[in-house]
């Protein structure tokens, strides 16, 4: 869908690329500051304190680890595109190449006049 976008050179590969990535480290990141969190807790950390000042002096200190941990994993990450020889966009070949034939027109065709129907009626 952004292929469009290339022919102002923009970096859709990449961009896509990066997406996906942060997308795949939101669920680790929930659960790493999960666990620093429960961890701050055993030691007596704020978190229950009363005033807003206070609770975000008491997130402040898990800011830290979080951080540490995200970019170890973004370097674990870095270092096995690299070993595979991850190059981006440039030298990858489709498995298959997908071309459109008459039974996938008339697929199509058919969903289109049933969704107008649906929407007419």
Same mark, same amino acid.
């Given at each position: 869908?952004?292929?469009?976008?290339?022919?102002?050179?923009?970096?859709?590969?990449?961009?896509?690329?990066?997406?996906?990535?942060?997308?795949?480290?939101?669920?680790?990141?929930?659960?790493?500051?999960?666990?620093?969190?429960?961890?701050?807790?055993?030691?007596?950390?704020?978190?229950?304190?009363?005033?807003?000042?206070?609770?975000?002096? @008491?997130?402040? /200190?898990?800011?830290?680890?979080? *951080?540490?941990? &995200?970019?170890?994993?973004?370097?674990?990450? %870095? !270092?096995?595109?690299?070993?595979?020889?991850?190059?981006?966009?440039? @030298?990858?070949? /489709?498995?298959?190449?997908?071309? *459109?034939?008459? &039974?996938?027109?008339?697929?199509?065709?058919? %969903? !289109?006049?049933?969704?107008?129907?649906?929407?007419?009626?």
């Amino acid at each position: 869908m952004l292929k469009p976008l290339k022919k102002w050179r923009f970096p859709v590969h990449e961009a896509v690329m990066m997406f996906s990535i942060a997308l795949r480290f939101l669920p680790i990141l929930v659960e790493e500051f999960d666990k620093i969190r429960k961890a701050q807790l055993a030691r007596g950390g704020g978190f229950h304190r009363k005033g807003l000042t206070s609770r975000f002096g @008491g997130v402040l /200190p898990m800011l830290m680890p979080l *951080f540490v941990m &995200s970019i170890l994993r973004a370097k674990d990450l %870095a !270092v096995a595109m690299e070993s595979r020889c991850y190059q981006g966009e440039e @030298g990858r070949t /489709p498995i298959r190449i997908y071309q *459109f034939k008459l &039974s996938d027109y008339a697929v199509f065709s058919f %969903a !289109v006049c049933n969704l107008l129907f649906i929407f007419i009626g």
